[in-house]
C-alpha cells in the first residue's frame, strides 16, 4: 500500500466525494456515519445495487465510489466496469469480505482502484478512501497474496509466457520494478529494496503506467500475473 507520506501523481480534492454501495441499509449507514465524521470526506449518495450506483455516479459525479461486490440486479463487478470506462469516471474502492468474493481479481481488471476487507479498522477505511482519490492504488501485500491464489484458481488457463508481447517495450529494470509492484511493495519499499532514490521508482512506476496503458497500480499488478512475469508461487519468471 502506497506510503502516506509519499507525493502522489495526483492531488485530492479539499474534500473527496464518496458515494456508498451496498445491499444492506444497515451497511450503507454504518459507513455514511463513518465517512461523514471525516472533514475532509463526504458522503453524496447512497445505491443499493450496481445499476442504481452507475445512475448516481453519473448524476452526482462522486471522487470516490465505495463498491460491494455481491448485489442485485447489478453486482459491484458489472458496474465497475461501467464506471471504469466512463471519461473522467470516478474511482472504485472495493469493500469486500474477500475469503467469500470471487471477484476480485476481475474487478480490478475491470477497473477497480484497490479493495479493503470490511472488517478493516474505521481509520484505515477512511485513509483507504484518501488514497484512491490521490489517484494511487490499495493493495496491500498481505491481501495481495491471496489475490493471486484467487486469480490462479480462476485463470482458465495457465499465465502466458513472461515473452508476452505487452512487455516488449520494457527495458529490464521495468521488468523488475513492474514484478516488485505485483508483490504489493510500496514506492518507499521499491526504493529500499532497488538502493534508489524515491524520485527514480516514482519514474520507473510512471513510464510502465503509461507504456503498458494501464490506469493505476493496480493494473499493473493483473497485467504482471497475465503475463507470467510474476507466477503464483512469488518468483519472477526468467
Given amino acids: 500500500m502506497p506510503d502516506l507520506g509519499e507525493a502522489v501523481a495526483h492531488v485530492a480534492p479539499e474534500v473527496t466525494r464518496v458515494l456508498v454501495v451496498d445491499d444492506e441499509a444497515l451497511v450503507r449507514a454504518g459507513f455514511r456515519a463513518l465517512v461523514g465524521s471525516a472533514p475532509?470526506?463526504?458522503?453524496?449518495?447512497e445505491a443499493s445495487h450496481g445499476a442504481d450506483a452507475v445512475r448516481q455516479a453519473?448524476?452526482?459525479h462522486p471522487d470516490v465510489v465505495l463498491m460491494d461486490l455481491r448485489m442485485p440486479v447489478?453486482?459491484?463487478?458489472?458496474?465497475?466496469?461501467?464506471?471504469?470506462?466512463?471519461?473522467d469516471g470516478p474511482r472504485v474502492l472495493v469493500?469486500?469480505?474477500?475469503?467469500?468474493?470471487?471477484?476480485?481479481?476481475?474487478?480490478?481488471?475491470?477497473?477497480?482502484?484497490?479493495?479493503?476487507?470490511?472488517?478493516t479498522p474505521p481509520e484505515r477505511l477512511?485513509?483507504?478512501?484518501?488514497?484512491?482519490?490521490?489517484g494511487e492504488s490499495l493493495l496491500a501485500p498481505s491481501v495481495t497474496t491471496r489475490l493471486v491464489a484467487a486469480f490462479v484458481r480462476?485463470?482458465?488457463s495457465p499465465p502466458a509466457p513472461a515473452d508476452d508481447d505487452r512487455l516488449a517495450g520494457l527495458t529490464d529494470r521495468?521488468?523488475?520494478?513492474?514484478?516488485?509492484?505485483?508483490?504489493?511493495?510500496?514506492?518507499?519499499?521499491?526504493?529500499?529494496?532497488?538502493?534508489?532514490?524515491?524520485?527514480?521508482?516514482?519514474?520507473?512506476v510512471s513510464r510502465l503506467l503509461t507504456k503498458l496503458g494501464a490506469r493505476d497500480r493496480a493494473q499493473l499488478v493483473v497485467l504482471a500475473y497475465e503475463t507470467g512475469l510474476v507466477m503464483p508461487s512469488g518468483r519472477a519468471d526468467g
Avoid at 447489478?74 to 471519461?87: F, H
Avoid at 504489493?184 to 538502493?195: D, H, K, Q, T, Y
Wanted: net charge negative.
Fill in 40 to 45: 475532509d470526506l463526504e458522503v453524496v449518495g
Fill in 174 to 204: 521495468e521488468r523488475e520494478v513492474l514484478a516488485l509492484v505485483a508483490r504489493g511493495r510500496s514506492n518507499a519499499e521499491l526504493a529500499a529494496e532497488l538502493v534508489v532514490e524515491l524520485t527514480t521508482v516514482k519514474t520507473h
Fill in 95 to 119: 469493500v469486500t469480505t474477500f475469503d467469500h468474493d470471487e471477484h476480485v481479481f476481475q474487478a480490478l481488471r475491470a477497473g477497480a482502484s484497490g479493495f479493503v476487507l470490511k472488517d
Fill in 58 to 60: 453519473r448524476a452526482l
Fill in 74 to 87: 447489478m453486482d459491484g463487478l458489472e458496474a465497475t466496469r461501467y464506471l471504469a470506462g466512463e471519461p
Fill in 154 to 156: 480462476q485463470a482458465p
Fill in 126 to 134: 477512511l485513509e483507504a478512501i484518501r488514497v484512491v482519490a490521490t
